[in-house]
């Protein structure tokens, strides 16, 4: 069986793929969590692919659907799914990854680099009580912009920056060699040169808190931050005394480590801060794409197939035959 599970605001979401499901003939239950886990819903048992979205699925969830044969968050995103786990029972797990995702997402990623260079903040806020012009703002050409992590957003705000004349400095996990118009740098070499920070890389053990109070020391003062990735990647206790000292001029944060963004957390009280809730780049053209992309990767996998999607395809195990197997039942 399908199942499709998620909290309550991405309702709309699972609706849309449940409908397109039924018009492929292929039937989907819904399932709000809400406060609860894949463990308080039994039914899950019987699922063969599991439409999973901001609900952990670990070791202990997969062992109670011994039929599960596919994962698939239709977002971008898809940390609260263990891959390796998935890996090692031979499960295929699939994100949305979606052309107009990682193009809705750089996109509004630059415009977040030009609202701080521009200080449309605080220039939209002084035409509104009568004030005095504000000063000092900055071109993009000629500035340094430094980029944590080179996947598939990052490398399409690289695609889109290379016509600005900026320099574009990038530190990624994986070795890579210089391409035209970019350098590949250490942190440390990026932290200090750079006049704008953006961090694109993904959140993990090794990443959470990576840009901590003494990272945040070897940045040029005043420089720019912009954090479209992931809360958990800043120190957010470090980034509030880096914004109120100057040490960061300015920060542009679509995502926190406490979502939604607590009322009394401290950001919301500096002028310096530009925030947005996790949904800068949710074009109407992303939003329309994504159920389509999620339903495609579904009907892969009950075909048989791999999805190129697929996290995890180069390390399963054979598992057409599996899959194919699920092809057989769904049909039956």
């Known amino acids: 069986m399908l199942f499709i599970i998620g909290p309550a605001r991405t309702g709309p979401l699972m609706k849309k793929i449940a409908s397109l499901l039924e018009d492929a003939g292929r039937p989907a239950s819904v ?10 819903f039994p039914q899950l048992a019987q699922a063969t692919v599991l439409v999973c979205m901001m609900t952990p699925c670990g070791a202990r969830e997969m062992e109670a659907m011994p039929e599960l044969r596919g994962i698939v968050s239709p977002l971008l995103g898809y940390e609260w799914i263990d891959v390796e786990e998935a890996t090692r029972r031979s499960i295929p797990v699939v994100n949305g990854e979606i052309r107009e995702s990682r193009e809705s997402m750089a996109e509004a990623t ?3 680099v030009l609202a701080l260079l521009y200080r449309l903040r605080e220039t939209e806020a002084q035409l509104r009580v009568g004030g005095e012009r504000v000063q000092h703002r900055n071109m993009l050409k000629g500035r340094t912009v430094g980029i944590v992590g080179y996947g598939g957003i990052a490398r399409e705000i690289v695609h889109r920056l290379k016509g600005w004349q900026a320099t574009i400095l990038v530190h990624t996990r994986q070795a890579q060699e210089n391409e035209e118009g970019i350098s590949f740098v250490s942190s440390e070499h990026l932290l200090a040169a750079s006049d704008v920070v953006l961090l694109m890389t ?11 109070r003494s990272r945040m020391q070897l940045m040029k003062r005043g420089v720019l931050l912009v954090n479209t990735a992931r809360g958990g990647l800043v120190d957010e206790d470090a980034l509030v005394e880096a914004l109120q000292s100057g040490q960061v001029g300015a920060a542009a944060l679509d995502v926190f480590e406490i979502e939604p963004l ?21 074009t109407v053209q992303m939003i329309e794409q994504i159920p389509r992309t999620a339903v495609a990767n579904i009907l892969a996998l009950l075909d048989g197939k791999l999805p190129e999607s697929c996290r995890n ?12 197997g699920v092809r057989t039942k769904e049909t039956i």
């Open 31 to 40: 399932i709000a969590t809400e406060g609860h886990q894949l463990l308080d």
């Open 202 to 212: 993904r959140l993990d053990d090794g990443s959470r808190h990576w840009l901590d």
């Open 313 to 324: 395809k180069s390390l399963l195990t054979p598992v057409k035959d599996q899959l194919t």
């Open 110 to 112: 630059i415009m977040l």
């Open 262 to 282: 607590p009322a009394r957390h401290p950001f919301r009280q500096l002028p310096n801060v530009i925030l947005t809730p996790h949904s800068v780049g949710h």
